[in-house]
């Protein structure tokens, strides 16, 4: 499971909207969102790259932990 910090998540509107982006690009892709520690885990076969994109196009500041 990759994990990574994200930035100005606050509500249950980010936890969807982070993980249909991340399922937007793997369908297939188990998201774990945190609100609390401001983590999201993603198992993917989705390279850290192509996972922390996604989530920065929602306009969150992402970064891999």
């Known amino acids: 499971m990759q994990v ?3 930035q100005g998540m606050s509500c249950g509107h980010c936890v969807k909207a982070i993980t249909q982006a991340v399922q937007a690009m793997d369908p297939a892709a188990s998201v774990r969102v945190d609100l609390a520690s401001k983590e999201v885990g993603v198992e993917s076969g989705l390279s ?3 996972v922390i994109e996604a989530i ?4 969150y500041e992402v970064k891999l932990v």
């Open 4 to 6: 990574f910090n994200v």
């Open 56 to 59: 920065r196009e929602e306009g």
């Open 48 to 50: 850290a790259d192509q």
